[in-house]
């Protein structure tokens, strides 16, 4: 049985999660920034419908795990347009029995108490 933890890999490669994005910062300003590292695969940046700013968050995907790794090293905590972003990985495993003990979604919980889903008396 793996126990370990760690970064996982997506389906093409291994994407990171910067976080505190400047909201006017661009697709190049990001590249620049990452491709020093090495060959970035993919760059997504999430943009506000109403004002066409960017929400604060990008995912950067490198094709090798030592390259992204790197990227984390230098960057995580480091300036980019005035801003202090946080960088690390979008995907990552949680180590061996760590998961989600929240309890499901709550429809157990209104079935046991004798009502639906919005809480009304059945």
């Known amino acids: 049985m793996n126990t370990s933890s760690g970064p996982q890999k997506s389906v093409e490669g ?7 994005v400047h909201e006017e910062a661009a697709e190049d300003d990001i590249l620049d920034a990452f491709s020093e590292f090495g060959h970035v695969k ?3 940046v999430n943009l506000d419908r109403r004002t066409g700013f960017v929400k604060g968050y990008a995912l950067v995907e490198f094709g090798a795990k030592e390259e992204a790794q790197d990227a984390i090293n230098a960057l995580h905590g480091k300036e ?8 690390d990985w979008a995907f990552v495993k949680p180590l061996f029995g760590e998961r989600d003990r929240g309890g499901g979604s709550g429809k157990e919980h209104h079935r046991e108490r ?3 889903r919005r809480g009304a008396r059945r």
């Open 14 to 20: 291994w994407i990171l999660f910067v976080t505190n």
């Open 80 to 87: 980019l347009l005035g801003k202090t972003v946080g960088v």
């Open 114 to 116: 004798g009502r639906d």
């Open 42 to 44: 993919n760059i997504h």
